[in-house]
């Protein structure tokens, strides 16, 4: 089976940057979407980023355009989300997921998901 798993998190102080992976294991699939979400406490899963299999097209939400970039690497085993300028909103469990589409900001088009690394920005 298809297993992501996530790393990277830490605490950090605003401003600094921070860099998260995650790994993808298992069958591959070709033009499969890699996303990055975050849920922080007491909000809904939200759409961080996306990229699509062959790594050049990318989307963000607005309030990180910018600052963060996601990326693949080239034989597809890891995925990326460089995070610069980093604010204390930015606060959140990440979770890394896989889908197949075009929904890339509907958490329910990705059906295999990490289990989420911890990003805290303190002021």
């Known amino acids: 089976q298809v297993q992501l798993v996530e790393s990277g998190g830490r605490v950090v102080q605003a401003g600094d940057s921070l860099r998260l992976s995650c790994v993808y294991s298992?069958?591959?699939?070709?033009?499969?979407?890699m996303g990055w979400f975050r849920q922080a406490p007491g909000k809904e899963r939200e759409f961080v980023a996306v990229?699509?299999?062959?790594?050049?097209?990318?989307d963000y939400r607005d309030s990180v355009k910018g600052r963060f970039t996601i990326s693949i690497d080239n034989d597809k085993t890891t995925v990326y989300l460089q995070m610069t300028s980093l604010k204390p909103e930015d606060t959140a469990v990440y979770y890394c997921?896989?889908?197949?589409?075009?929904?890339?900001?509907?958490?329910?088009?990705?059906?295999?998901w990490g289990q989420g690394t911890q990003v805290t920005v303190s002021s």
């Open positions: 997921a896989a889908g197949f589409g075009n929904r890339w900001y509907d958490p329910s088009m990705y059906r295999v």
């Open positions: 298992g069958p591959r699939f070709s033009d499969y979407s």
């Open positions: 990229v699509n299999w062959s790594g050049r097209l990318t």
